[in-house]
């Protein structure tokens, strides 16, 4: 019953047109969502080549999250203990500085609905401010940099994240600490779970 209730959830999500009217290249919701995922990774909306694709963090960031995960594109994609959940599930378009902020309808209509479906997540990756802002439930610091940094008042549950994105290299470069301490703590936490 449980298996059917969630199968029926997935195909609503997939077949959602709540915002269709916002949506550039309409709607297409891409997301991985598995019962039995034991790591989930929340970003924040697809881009447009992952909504050309309908494969979640198939671009550079997808390359640098899997680097910062210590997993293989096979077990990322094939894992039945990996759940991929993005703030908004299709692509928002794109705006002055880059891709606008996910739809919010999509967290307000879904997420917690599937997430409830979703009970054995042990490890959540939480990438960037929207994911922050949603998952860390106002608990965050006063801005992303200083978030990151706290991830040890969060672990072992949940882990934020800046955006693997390579617009981000600058951050990375300013902030060493992160791949230096906390991308071995996600390897070992990833590589316990699956």
């Given at each position: 019953m449980a298996e059917k209730k969630f199968n029926t959830l997935v195909n609503e999500i997939k077949a959602c047109r709540i915002c269709e009217a916002h949506l550039p290249l309409g709607p297409r919701p891409v997301f991985v969502a598995r019962q039995e995922a034991k790591v989930l990774i929340v970003g924040q909306a697809p881009g447009r080549k992952v909504h050309e694709t309908g494969i979640p963090f198939n671009d550079p960031s997808g390359d640098r999250l899997r680097d910062w995960m210590?997993?293989?594109?096979?077990t990322f994609y094939n894992s039945p203990k990996l759940g991929i959940?993005?703030?908004?599930?299709?692509?928002?378009g794109t705006g002055k500085s880059g891709d606008l902020p996910p739809r919010p309808e999509c967290a307000e209509h879904w997420r917690?609905?599937?997430l409830a479906q979703m009970p054995g997540v042990e490890?959540?990756?939480?990438?960037?401010?929207?994911?922050?802002n949603w998952h860390l439930k106002g608990n965050?610091?006063?801005?992303?940099?200083?978030?990151?940094?706290?991830?040890?008042n969060y672990a072992p549950n949940v882990i934020p994240l800046p955006h693997p994105s390579p617009r981000n290299n600058i951050w990375l470069r300013k902030n060493p600490w992160f791949e230096e301490d906390v991308v071995p703590v996600i390897k070992r936490r990833v590589r316990g779970l699956l």
């Open positions: 210590g997993v293989s594109r096979d959940l993005p703030m908004g599930f299709c692509y928002p917690e609905k599937l490890l959540t990756l939480v990438i960037g401010q929207y994911a922050h965050q610091e006063k801005n992303l940099t200083e978030t990151v940094k706290a991830w040890k």
